[in-house]
């Protein structure tokens, strides 16, 4: 793979270059002062060659970089060739930037599921269960798991609680695999929801990337009942906000505050933030930036409108998801105009806040 010669490099060989030709050319003393200068010189860029090429693959498009991990995301993206773009007249099945918004009737679910099988896709679930949201929500939202999310495909759960021990125990299918990471018990709701962009960042270096090609990160107060399968796969992808998907950009609810880092004035799409996922790189360079602006916002003593998902909306209209999963995906059964899904695949648990969250 042909790279550009970083611009901090290029000075710097310059600069040895240009003090290789004043160093003195007689005299031992000078010979060695001029010798010992230029080691020193060699060892500078080698030390910033290393540190560029260290972080160099997060620079580098998904698509572009070797690897066997990497050579099968890009054959999953060829797989939107399959989709069929006018199954489903009467919604948006494409966005402005040709990225496919996934409704049913437009996949084949066994081609998919044959395709991933071969390549043996491996698929990480995260899932936030801290406080009462664990004894409340958790049972059932894995036992969904277990009967809908990617059937045939290797799983991975990681369930991120304050409470290991009350962690349900269940009997798990073959190719599936639970493990439990503890977490800090944040004193507001506000900072749970915000925090775990820094958390899943840690779990996918740490843990998840090492095992798995692709994740999802859930609430946990949702079930899934129906096919959740390896057509949402993608390099990144979100999921259309089942209250906003058919309102104007006007309505949507970003934050318009102009002091916060998620402050958006325009957009494409209203995004949930209850589902988002990708490859472990997508993922990751979401969750960085979300985090980063969120302690920005902090150092600016600013809060955004709907903390995590605000930015998560920012992140999306600056990086395109490569993939955009529709309400059916994430339904709420209040909504009593459900005239667009033909597939309820995962829907909203009740609600029921001042019980559960932590003030």
């Known amino acids: ?143 969904s798991a277990e009967k809908h999310f990617m059937i045939g495909l290797q799983v991975r759960y990681y369930v991120f609680t304050d409470a290991p021990e009350k962690v349900p125990k269940f009997d798990f299918g073959p190719k599936r695999i639970l493990k439990v990471i503890k977490v800090e018990k944040y004193s507001r709701w506000q900072d749970i929801s915000m925090m775990r962009m820094k958390m899943i960042s840690e779990a996918i270096e740490s843990e998840i990337r090492h095992h798995c090609t692709y994740l999802f990160c859930f609430d946990v107060d949702q079930e899934l009942i129906g096919r959740f399968g390896s057509e949402a796969l993608g390099d990144s992808v979100a999921v259309l906000h089942a209250h906003f998907y058919r309102l104007q950009s006007s309505q949507f609810t970003y934050d318009r505050n ?33 985090y980063l602006s969120i302690m920005q916002d902090k150092i600016n003593d600013v809060e955004a409108l709907w903390h995590d998902e605000s930015h998560l909306n920012k992140y999306f209209y600056l990086h395109k998801p490569s993939k955009v999963l529709s309400p059916e995906y994430c339904w709420d059964r209040w909504i009593r105009d459900n005239r667009d899904i033909r597939v309820m695949r995962l829907v909203w648990g009740p609600k029921n806040y001042e019980g559960l969250r932590t003030r």
């Open 258 to 290: 102009p002091k916060s880092t998620a402050f958006l004035d325009k957009g494409d799409f209203y995004y949930h933030a209850a589902i988002f996922g990708g490859s472990c790189d997508g993922v990751k360079n979401l969750a960085d930036a979300c």
């Open 1 to 143: 793979m042909n790279q550009q010669v970083p611009p901090t490099l290029r000075i710097c060989s310059s600069f040895v270059g240009k003090m290789k030709e004043q160093l003195p050319l007689s005299g031992s003393i000078s010979k060695a002062k001029g010798a010992g200068i230029f080691c020193c010189l060699l060892l500078l860029v080698a030390s910033l060659t290393f540190i560029y090429l260290k972080y160099l693959p997060y620079n580098v498009p998904v698509e572009t970089r070797p690897g066997a991990v990497e050579g099968t995301l890009k054959e999953t993206d060829t797989w939107n060739d399959t989709l069929n773009f006018g199954a489903r007249p009467e919604v948006k099945t494409r966005t402005s930037w040709n990225a496919p918004i996934v409704w049913e009737g437009m996949f084949d679910p066994n081609l998919y599921d044959q395709h991933h099988i071969r390549i043996k896709t491996t698929v990480a679930l995260t899932v936030f269960a801290v406080g009462r949201y664990l004894d409340a929500y958790l049972k059932t939202f894995l036992n």
